[in-house]
Nanobody, 126 residues
Framework: VQLQASGGGLVQAGGSLRLSCAVSVDTRSTFRIIAIGWYRQAQGKERELVAS???????NYADSVKGRFTISRDNAKNTVYLQMNSLKREGTAVYYCNADGEFPWGVAGTLPYEYWGQGTLVTVSS
């Protein structure tokens, strides 16, 4: 599984950006994606979940971005997007996309696993 994040950049507070996460899965892979998430890590802080979208289409957002950020996907393009509006300075961080899923394990079990993309930097200026 490969995750390619893009779309970061410099934006003024109150502005918008759209991040893209291109997901590619080897056809021979047995990995089953359960959800794709966007995380961010600001300098000196821990990585935190921003938003996620499940295999079934359910979405989940951090309280700090609800009403401003929207996660969506284009199945035909194997891409997950994060539309970020009304950006705040505290949104400055490296944004990573994550594929949370599982491998089949044993007779009927599963092995949880996750993949990370390389990150894209978002800088929000005042």
């Amino acid at each position: 599984v490969q995750l390619q994040a893009s779309g970061g950049g410099l934006v003024q507070a109150g502005g918008s950006l759209r991040l893209s996460c291109a997901v590619s899965v080897d056809t021979r892979s047995t990995f089953r994606i359960i959800a794709i998430g966007w995380y961010r890590q600001a300098q000196g802080k821990e990585r935190e979940l921003v938003a996620s979208i499940s295999r079934g289409g359910s979405t989940n957002y951090a309280d700090s971005v609800k009403g401003r950020f929207t996660i969506s996907r284009d199945n035909a393009k194997n891409t997950v997007y994060l539309q970020m509006n009304s950006l705040k300075r505290e949104g400055t961080a490296v944004y990573y996309c994550n594929a949370d899923g599982e491998f089949p394990w044993g007779v009927a079990g599963t092995l949880p696993y996750e993949y990370w993309g390389q990150g894209t930097l978002v800088t929000v200026s005042s």
